[in-house]
Each structure stands twice: as C-alpha cells, then as structure tokens.
C-alpha cells in the first residue's frame, strides 16, 4: 500500500507541479481508486498524509503562493451507470428526495480561481493543493476570454470565480506544429498545453496562447446569496463571465445518465477535449447540507467517460525488465491518437496474454486506454492479418544482461533472477533512488542514469554525492547550467526528509577500500556498457558483496515503481 501511495504521489507532482505527466490522467484515478479500494477494506492503515486525503498537488515555488478563500476541492469520480446511481443513493439517504440535478461537459484543462475586488479583476491562481495555489495573476490578465471588469452595477466587494481554463483542440494543434518547425518539444495533449502555457514566467508567452475559459461555480462571494447553482451560473453569465451553453438542469438521474450517454457519442462536437460529465446537486441549501469529505463534496460526482478504442499496426513485441526483476512484454504501435494522447506502446501483461490475444507482429490491432489509464492491445483484427504472421516466443534470456529468465510456479511473469549485475534493475534502482518518493534528485533520470552507470562513476546509489561537475561535463547534453542544478539538487539530498529517511541506512566498512577511476571521457572505458554483466553495474564483481550499501526491503517498497514503456 506504502508502494502504490508514493506512484500516485510521484505522479500528482509531475501532474501538478511539473505540468509533465508520465501517465494518463484516468491511469492516475485508477491508481487512486485501487488506493481507496484498499483503504476501505483496511481503514486502519489510512495514513494523514495519503493521497486519498488531499487535494490537487503542492503548489510549484515558481510563483508566489496564494491562500484560497474557500478549499477548491476535487471531485469523486464514476464510470458506469450502477456507480452513478449508487451516488444518487447516498445523496437520498442523507437530504431526502427531491434533489435537482446539473449537467456539465467535464473539461480536460486547469483549474483556477480568480478574484475580482468591487468588480476589477485583482488575481488569479491555480487549485494548488486546494487551499494554496499560485499566483498567476499578470498571466491570466492575458487571456482575452476573463473580462477585466464585471458587467454589473453593484458587484460584491470580493468575489472568487472557478473555472477551468483550456486550449482549444485545433489551437493545441497549431501550437504544436510551431513547436516541432522550431525544434522544440510538442506537448502530449490540450490538458498540458494550457497549463504549460499558464505557468510561464514571462506573461507574453501566456498572451501569445489562445487560451479560453470556461467558469463552473463561485468560492466566495462578499453580499451575494443563490438558491441553486444554475441561478449563480446565471449571475456570472450576465456578468460577462464566460459559461458552457451546454450545462443543464434535469430532475432524475435517469436524465443525468441520458446526458452522459449523448455527450459519449458526440464528446468531439466541441471544440475542446472533455473527458466526461460533472453531476452536481444543484439546490445550494441541500448542497450545504450534504457537505464535504476531506477532498470532495459529497453533493458533486464526475462521471467518466469509458476509453475510445482504435486500430493501429503492431511494429514489434519488446520486453523491458523493471527494478523487481519482472519481464513484462509490451507492444511497439504506429502511433495513434486517442483521448488526446499519442499511443506509441501498449502493455500486453504477460506471456499468458500474448498467447490468449494471439497477437502477432504486423498485425492491425485494436488499442484501448482502458479507463484511460495505461493503453493495452484488446486483440487482432483478424480479417488484417498478414500472410506469414507468426506466433511471438517469448525470449529466454533478459534482454538487458543475457541472464536466463525464470518462471516460478504458480507466477504470471517471468524474472530476471540476476539482481546484482542487470543494467536495467540497476538503472531502475537508480532512478527510484533519486525519485521524489526517495531522494529527490531532480535532473538524474534514466538516459543520465544510464550513462553514469556505463562510464563506472556509479556503482552504488551512494556514488552519486561523488560525482564531480569536471565528469558531469564530459556528459553529453550538459552544459554549465544543467552540471550546476544536478550538483545542487544532489548536495540538497543530503539533507533528510521523511520521504528519504528509508533510504539512509548507516555504510558498511568496506575492506579493502576500493574505488574505480573514473574515465578520462566518455570514449574511454566501456566495460560498463547497458549490456555488459561486469563493470558498469551497479553491484560490481570487483566489490566484495559484504561491501555494498543495499536499501533495506522496506526502503525498496516505498521507491515508486519505474520503467515501463510509456505512451
């Protein structure tokens, strides 16, 4: 549990802070869902600290932190009409009959607050982790669609709007054809588009994006009181507020499922991407009533829409051995665009779910994000399979260091049983030693892993505070700028953290003192190459193993889990 808690919190900070995702957003809520599925059958080991219990993200030390006035709270998620109705069930049981509900397109964008002082707009934040954002104030004043001043005679003296601010699909096109003709990296989807685009320090960048807005509801407001939520949508309508035209009132649920189901089947009728449907109680004194968890109302649900499914070509039948030792087969795709992601992998599980799939290279296969989380192969189109298609054997030995594989009886995968010498466990061990989760080494991912594994300058997790900027240079890609933030963010590592502290175990003596020396360059020494079994591990033959500094198996538990192929 300890494990599956630092994957989603490792993922909410490349989420929220790093605006630079790993995973789908439905693959994050699968991970919170399968958390809370645990945390409900063992309550006793529900932690304060557990993503469970929060909101959003830290905010990022780039820009200023602003408190909210009233908590910006996530919503709790369904994806079928059974969990739909369960939600009605309990929403009964706790005011009565005779709720309301509104409908409203689940935009996939950032969220924001903005607060206007007797009618002028005076900031703007992000949800934060829901009681503090950042200040993006100068950077918002840039979007045409937020009106600097409210259309209405008498405005409250303070008043703080929620919305979610989105790039518009053709425009997250566009933007991302300027970006390859520049030379510069695309961004993975609209979602990421628009918050890369807020969180710039210069406001022109922010002004140079088409960003537009949609506002969904009020956090405060100074003098103002509503009966329903559609009345207030109404007020900020008249204000010059931007709100969705397609947000409907309907009495039963069974018309909350008919409006989900429609915009399924024509979510690409808009103009920008939606991921689903948020449900809210729309009678603001039941709202009250009903009230909130720690982390959602419990008067709001968002219903999710199912994945999108899609044919590609399958290219090639890799497998990649993660830090456990687990062989896990994945798929090379013709890339693919689903649910605003382009798919270049799929998992294919196991051996087991190969042969079941009975997919084959040069197959036309179907491509699900299954609840938008980690894209799979359903299975082949048969009516498309190439003459000559052959069944795909899985490899015998490990592709990372040519140790035969194992299977245990009774197990799905296959392992690599060589865990002191296979580069790829290592630079795994390696990346969830430096990973937020554990050290917090920013700047020391895989392709530098790799490589200082390769060279010999890392040998165990403890080499990296010995690293010096005169090796870092030889490294291609580093410059003076990206030598210096590496050496700061390992000399702030040495400082410990709740999170590190199950990596800091005390180093055994090692007798005799030994140290390779390093490489003179790159070009040098390469007996430490990614395929090697000797020099460039992490565990070298040439250290007695009584000599190695090893986490303990509590420590390894708690380092997120890395290195599977990523879409």
């Not at 009605?88 to 409908?103: D, F, K, M, N, W």
């Not at 509801?217 to 969705?244: I, K, N, Y």
């Not at 917090?440 to 890392?458: F, P």
Request: hydrophobic share 35%; with cysteine; proline share 8%.
């Amino acid at each position: 549990m300890e494990e599956l808690r630092e994957q989603i919190n490792h993922h909410a900070y490349r989420y929220y802070v790093l605006d630079d995702p790993e995973v789908s957003d439905a693959e994050y809520d699968e991970l919170l869902r399968e958390l809370q599925a645990l945390e409900s059958e063992f309550p006793e080991l529900i932690t304060p600290d557990s993503p469970t219990q929060r909101v959003g993200g830290a905010p990022s030390d780039l820009f200023a932190p602003v408190q909210h006035r009233s908590r910006m709270l996530s919503l709790d998620n369904v994806f079928s009409q059974e969990e739909l109705e369960a939600w009605g069930r309990r929403v009964e049981r706790l005011i009565g009959s005779g709720a309301r509900y509104a409908c409203e397109l689940k935009i996939d964008g950032v969220a924001v607050a903005l607060t206007y002082e007797d009618g002028v707009y005076a900031r703007g934040a992000t949800r934060g982790d829901g009681v503090t954002g950042e200040d993006i104030t100068a950077n918002i004043r840039t979007v045409r669609a937020v009106p600097q001043r409210l259309r209405v005679a008498n405005p409250p003296a303070v008043l703080e709007v929620r919305g979610e601010m989105y790039l518009p699909v053709k425009a997250f096109e566009k933007l991302n054809e300027q970006l390859l003709a520049e030379g510069k990296r695309p961004f993975a989807n609209p979602r990421n588009a628009a918050a890369g685009s807020l969180r710039q320090k210069d406001p022109a960048v922010t002004a140079s994006r088409p960003l537009r807005l949609w506002t969904h509801g009020l956090g405060w407001a100074e003098g103002l009181r509503f009966e329903s939520h559609s009345q207030s949508l109404a007020w900020l309508r008249d204000a010059g507020l931007p709100v969705d035209p397609h947000i409907t009132v309907v009495d039963t649920l069974e018309e909350v499922f008919a409006f989900t189901q429609r915009w399924q089947e024509h979510r690409h009728s808009v103009d920008y991407e939606i991921d689903g449907v948020v449900v809210k109680v729309d009678q603001i004194p039941l709202q009250e009533e009903l009230g909130a968890t720690s982390h959602a109302p419990r008067w709001a649900v968002a219903y999710k829409f199912p994945p999108e499914e899609r044919t590609t070509i399958l290219r090639a039948i890799e497998v990649h051995t993660g830090r456990t030792g687990i062989v896990t087969p994945f798929a090379r795709l013709e890339p693919v665009f689903i649910s605003g992601v382009t798919v270049t992998t799929a998992t294919l599980h196991n051996e087991d779910e190969v042969a079941r799939k009975d997919v084959r290279v040069g197959d036309t296969v179907i491509v699900r994000r299954a609840g938008d989380v980690i894209p799979e192969v359903v299975g082949p189109v048969l009516s498309k399979r190439p003459k000559g298609a052959r069944p795909w054997r899985f490899p015998k030995r490990c592709p990372s260091c040519g140790t035969e594989l194992v299977r245990r009886e009774g197990e799905a995968y296959w392992r690599c049983p060589n865990k002191r010498a296979c580069p790829s466990q290592n630079v795994e061990w390696l990346f969830a030693f430096a990973s937020r989760g554990a050290m917090d080494i920013e700047g020391l991912g895989y392709k530098t892993g790799y490589l200082l594994i390769d060279l010999g300058w890392i040998q165990d997790p403890a080499d990296v505070y010995s690293l010096t900027a005169e090796q870092l240079e030889q490294l291609p890609g580093f410059a003076e700028k990206r030598i210096e933030n590496l050496l700061t963010a390992i000399e702030a590592s040495r400082r410990p953290s709740p999170r590190s502290t199950g990596w800091l175990r005390p180093r055994r003596r090692r007798s005799p003192r030994w140290r390779a020396s390093a490489p003179s360059s790159p070009a040098a020494s390469r007996s430490g190459s990614p395929t090697s079994t000797t020099g460039g591990c992490w565990r070298s033959f040439a250290r007695p193993a009584s000599a190695w500094r090893t986490p303990s198996r509590n420590a390894r538990r708690k380092g997120p889990s890395a290195g599977r192929p990523s879409s």
